[in-house]
T-cell receptor
Framework: NAGVTQTPKFRVLKTGQSMTLLCAQD?????MYWYRQDPGMGLRLIHY???????AKGEVPDGYNVSRLKKQNFLLGLESAAPSQTSVYFC?????????????FGEGSRLTVL | SQQGEEDPQALSIQEGENATMNCSYK?????LQWYRQNSGRGLVHLIL?????REKHSGRLRVTLDTSKKSSSLLITASRAADTASYFC??????????FGPGTRLSVLP
């Protein structure tokens, strides 16, 4: 049982380049989340989805876009990367709705923007 | 603003000792969760305690919740080197996103 899988695990970008992070879950969860983790900041929510075809903004959505075309996949895009987006990105999913259930996390994607 | 704040930021103990870390939050919650993160890995759910519960146990873990003080504590008994990790609390509530604190870094020395 793979759980939550993120690809790629590492990526280095130059300022202005674009990229997409892919999150896939095989638990049939409705809710999916993208977080970023920076030293001393804990996890901050970027965007989330409450089901296929839906997306919503989190705490720090600027500079990111997301799509949830299939229930099992949640994509995070950076259209024009900036050094401030250097971070570790985590995807998570939850079976229980309305932000009250256990979160299952992927292993993270470390992004460096030069 | 962050809902959860863990205390202390870092904790270093000897193997076999107990480790206690605390979490404070600001607004009403439906539940509070604790997660562990090993270096370079994702977060792993440890335990969830609901707002109508005061204490919960899971193996060597004991979690308490005091809604009047808006605080929770995580106790790890008889710690092991494998418990070395960062520990995060997260609050959940209907209609509100989960909010994570900055975490407590626990080092268990052999």
């Amino acid at each position: 049982n793979a759980g939550v899988t993120q690809t790629p695990k590492f990526r280095v970008l130059k300022t202005g380049q674009s990229m997409t992070l892919l999150c896939a879950q095989d638990m049939n969860h409705e809710y999916m989340y993208w977080y970023r983790q920076d030293p001393g900041m804990g996890l901050r929510l970027i965007h989330y989805s409450v089901g296929e075809g839906t997306t919503a903004k989190g705490e720090v959505p600027d500079g990111y876009n997301v799509s949830r075309l299939k229930k099992q996949n949640f994509l995070l895009g950076l259209e024009s990367a900036a050094p401030s987006q250097t971070s570790v990105y985590f995807c998570a999913s939850s079976q229980t709705g309305d932000h009250t259930g256990e979160l299952f996390f992927g292993e993270g994607s470390r992004l460096t923007v030069l | 603003s962050q809902q959860g704040e863990e205390d202390p930021q870092a904790l270093s103990i000897q193997e076999g000792e107990n480790a206690t870390m605390n979490c404070s939050y600001k607004t009403s919650i439906n539940n509070l969760q604790w997660y562990r993160q090993n270096s370079g890995r994702g977060l792993v759910h440890l335990i969830l305690i609901r707002s109508n519960e005061r204490e919960k146990h899971s193996g060597r873990l004991r979690v308490t919740l005091d809604t009047s003080k808006k605080s929770s504590s995580l106790l790890i008994t008889a710690s092991r080197a494998a418990d070395t990790a960062s520990y995060f609390c997260a609050t959940g509530n209907y209609g509100q996103n989960f909010v994570f604190g900055p975490g407590t870094r626990l080092s268990v020395l052999p």
